[in-house]
């Protein structure tokens, strides 16, 4: 089994930019495609951002497309989200999440491992 840790989150300005991390241990990411969710109060958890096993395949949600990269080093364990020009509805916590296959999936009943996720706000 693999085990996600977030971290990165906190407290930024409109406009400002975040990176958040998902580190893995107890098995390589290298068979895992990965992605980023996110869920604020009262919604359902979101998808966020994908990338596949080896990195080459990736995807957006519309929301997010243009301003948030996601990245992997698979070497690191590691996967990345950059969030650029931060606004007022990206608030929430951003949890990473891993599937044991080649290409990530947006929706949440295909990922069996997930972090505890990490909290971003956005202030004026």
């Known amino acids: 089994q693999v085990q996600l840790v977030e971290s990165g989150g906190g407290l930024v300005q409109a406009g400002d930019s975040l990176r958040v991390s998902c580190a893995a241990s107890g098995r390589s990411l290298t068979t895992y495609a990965m992605a980023w969710f996110r869920q604020a109060p009262g919604k359902e958890r979101e998808f966020v951002a994908g990338?596949?096993?080896?990195?080459?395949?990736?995807g957006y949600a519309d929301s997010v497309q243009g301003r948030f990269t996601i990245s992997r080093d698979n070497a690191k364990n590691t996967v990345w989200l950059q969030m650029n020009s931060l606004k007022f509805e990206d608030p929430a916590a951003y949890f990473c999440a891993a599937r044991g296959n080649i290409d990530y999936s947006r929706r949440t009943s295909d990922y069996g491992y997930w972090g505890q996720g990490t909290q971003v706000t956005v202030s004026s």
């Open positions: 990338i596949s096993r080896s990195g080459v395949s990736k």
